[in-house]
């Protein structure tokens, strides 16, 4: 297989991660109890499923005025004791039409969910558009409801592909 020469593409969008209300977008598998961050040994070895939107506007509901481009689906887990730190380990799924409609990104990486500014996670793979990709992704809390966790994650995506 002959590799063609190597593109950098940047991607700009949002992950709503809804654990409550009507269109929840994540479930925890073995819940603890309710989410408290400040507990991080009680959250310790929670894990949690997500199918969440991705959209190109940060409104917490996604299905209000958000043009969709795909889903993060994977899993996420509380991989610290001693602070809010995920492993997290997710596909961004392209699917509004364009060029990268059936591609993905993957992503497999810490997330110190609670650290001040931008996070950063490894992409580790990729399918269709992205294949053979590497790169990275940063993160950075758009809006978190302490009430319910319902989160919204502004992605930055830096990935090189063929």
């Known amino acids: ?3 063609k020469n190597e593109k950098l593409t940047h991607l700009h969008f949002y992950y709503h991660n809804l654990l409550a209300g009507p269109n929840v977008t994540a479930l925890h598998l ?3 109890g309710p ?3 400040n507990d991080t040994a009680g959250l310790f070895g929670r ?3 997500m199918d969440s939107p991705l959209t190109l506007e940060p409104e917490l509901d996604p299905e209000l005025n958000s043009t969709t481009v795909g889903r993060a689906q994977g899993l996420y887990g509380v991989a610290s004791r001693t602070d809010a ?3 997290e380990l997710f596909n961004f799924v392209f699917k509004a ?4 409609r059936g591609s993905t990104v993957t992503v497999l990486g810490r ?7 931008i996070r950063e996670m490894p992409v580790v793979g990729g399918t269709g558009v992205f294949g053979f990709a590497r790169g990275k992704v940063h993160v950075k809390t758009h809006s978190f409801n302490t009430t319910t966790g319902n989160t919204v ?3 930055d995506v830096y990935v090189f592909h063929y």
């Open 1 to 3: 297989m002959a590799l």
């Open 30 to 32: 073995n819940a603890k």
């Open 35 to 37: 989410l408290h961050l």
């Open 47 to 49: 894990l949690t499923m």
């Open 85 to 87: 730190t995920f492993m």
């Open 97 to 100: 039409d364009g060029e990268y």
């Open 111 to 117: 997330n110190h969910i609670l650290a001040a500014g």
């Open 153 to 155: 994650v502004k992605c």
